[in-house]
Protein backbone atom coordinates (compact mmCIF):
# COMPACT_ATOMS: atom_id res chain seq x y z
CA UNK A 1 0.00 0.00 0.00
CA UNK A 2 1.38 3.56 -1.24
CA UNK A 3 1.18 5.93 1.42
CA UNK A 4 -0.06 10.04 0.47
CA UNK A 5 2.24 12.54 1.41
CA UNK A 6 1.00 13.35 5.20
CA UNK A 7 -0.37 10.01 5.77
CA UNK A 8 3.11 9.29 8.04
CA UNK A 9 2.68 11.86 9.85
CA UNK A 10 -0.95 11.17 10.90
CA UNK A 11 -0.12 8.08 11.82
CA UNK A 12 2.60 9.38 14.30
CA UNK A 13 0.03 11.75 15.86
CA UNK A 14 -2.32 8.37 16.67
CA UNK A 15 0.81 6.52 18.31
CA UNK A 16 1.90 9.81 20.40
CA UNK A 17 2.08 9.03 24.57
CA UNK A 18 0.84 12.39 25.52
CA UNK A 19 2.68 12.31 28.81
CA UNK A 20 6.41 11.84 26.76
CA UNK A 21 5.35 15.08 24.52
CA UNK A 22 4.40 16.86 27.42
CA UNK A 23 7.65 16.08 29.29
CA UNK A 24 9.91 16.85 25.64
CA UNK A 25 7.87 20.08 25.38
CA UNK A 26 9.25 21.02 28.93
CA UNK A 27 12.55 20.51 27.96
CA UNK A 28 12.80 22.26 25.01
CA UNK A 29 15.85 24.38 24.41
CA UNK A 30 14.48 27.71 24.99
CA UNK A 31 12.25 26.92 27.90
CA UNK A 32 13.45 27.91 31.61
CA UNK A 33 13.68 24.48 32.59
CA UNK A 34 15.85 23.25 29.94
CA UNK A 35 17.77 26.50 30.16
CA UNK A 36 18.69 25.33 34.18
CA UNK A 37 19.60 21.80 32.86
CA UNK A 38 22.11 23.40 30.08
CA UNK A 39 23.68 25.20 33.10
CA UNK A 40 24.17 22.14 35.26
CA UNK A 41 25.19 19.71 31.63
CA UNK A 42 27.48 22.73 31.04
CA UNK A 43 29.46 22.74 34.90
CA UNK A 44 29.59 18.95 34.64
CA UNK A 45 28.09 18.66 37.58
CA UNK A 46 25.00 16.41 37.22
CA UNK A 47 21.80 16.30 39.29
CA UNK A 48 18.58 14.17 39.71
CA UNK A 49 15.35 15.90 38.81
CA UNK A 50 11.58 14.40 40.15
CA UNK A 51 8.73 15.97 37.76
CA UNK A 52 5.21 15.41 38.73
CA UNK A 53 2.87 16.41 41.56
CA UNK A 54 4.13 16.49 45.19
CA UNK A 55 1.36 14.87 46.93
CA UNK A 56 1.72 12.20 44.15
CA UNK A 57 5.50 11.71 44.59
CA UNK A 58 5.99 12.32 47.36
CA UNK A 59 5.70 8.62 48.70
CA UNK A 60 8.78 8.06 46.54
CA UNK A 61 11.12 10.47 49.25
CA UNK A 62 12.93 10.73 52.00
CA UNK A 63 14.55 13.32 53.99
CA UNK A 64 15.47 16.48 51.72
CA UNK A 65 14.30 20.04 52.58
CA UNK A 66 10.71 21.00 51.70
CA UNK A 67 10.89 24.49 49.62
CA UNK A 68 7.92 24.89 47.70
CA UNK A 69 9.01 28.14 45.88
CA UNK A 70 8.99 29.38 42.53
CA UNK A 71 11.64 27.79 39.88
CA UNK A 72 14.15 30.14 38.36
CA UNK A 73 16.94 28.33 36.37
CA UNK A 74 19.65 29.61 38.44
CA UNK A 75 18.29 28.20 41.94
CA UNK A 76 17.86 24.71 39.77
CA UNK A 77 21.93 24.98 39.19
CA UNK A 78 22.65 25.48 42.70
CA UNK A 79 20.04 23.20 44.39
CA UNK A 80 21.51 20.53 41.57
CA UNK A 81 25.40 21.39 43.22
CA UNK A 82 23.75 19.29 46.57
CA UNK A 83 23.51 15.01 46.98
CA UNK A 84 19.86 14.53 46.62
CA UNK A 85 17.35 14.51 44.01
CA UNK A 86 15.08 18.04 43.27
CA UNK A 87 11.23 17.61 42.85
CA UNK A 88 9.62 19.89 40.58
CA UNK A 89 5.72 20.35 40.18
CA UNK A 90 4.09 18.59 37.36
CA UNK A 91 4.69 21.65 35.21
CA UNK A 92 7.74 22.90 36.55
CA UNK A 93 6.94 26.05 38.17
CA UNK A 94 7.81 25.34 41.45
CA UNK A 95 10.40 23.31 43.30
CA UNK A 96 8.86 21.48 45.93
CA UNK A 97 12.03 19.89 47.66
CA UNK A 98 15.79 19.62 47.17
CA UNK A 99 18.84 17.23 48.52
CA UNK A 100 15.97 14.06 48.93
CA UNK A 101 16.54 10.87 48.40
CA UNK A 102 14.30 9.06 46.33
CA UNK A 103 12.98 5.52 47.64
CA UNK A 104 11.10 3.54 44.86
CA UNK A 105 8.76 0.97 45.82
Not at 2 to 22: A, D
Not at 72 to 84: F, R
Not at 94 to 104: E, G, H, T, W
Request: proline share 6%.
Amino acid sequence: MVQRPGEEFQELEGRQEPRLVKALEMIAPGTALREGIDSILNAHTGGLLAIGEPEEITHLCSGGIRLDIDYTPALLYQLAKMDGAITLNANATKIAMANVQLVPD
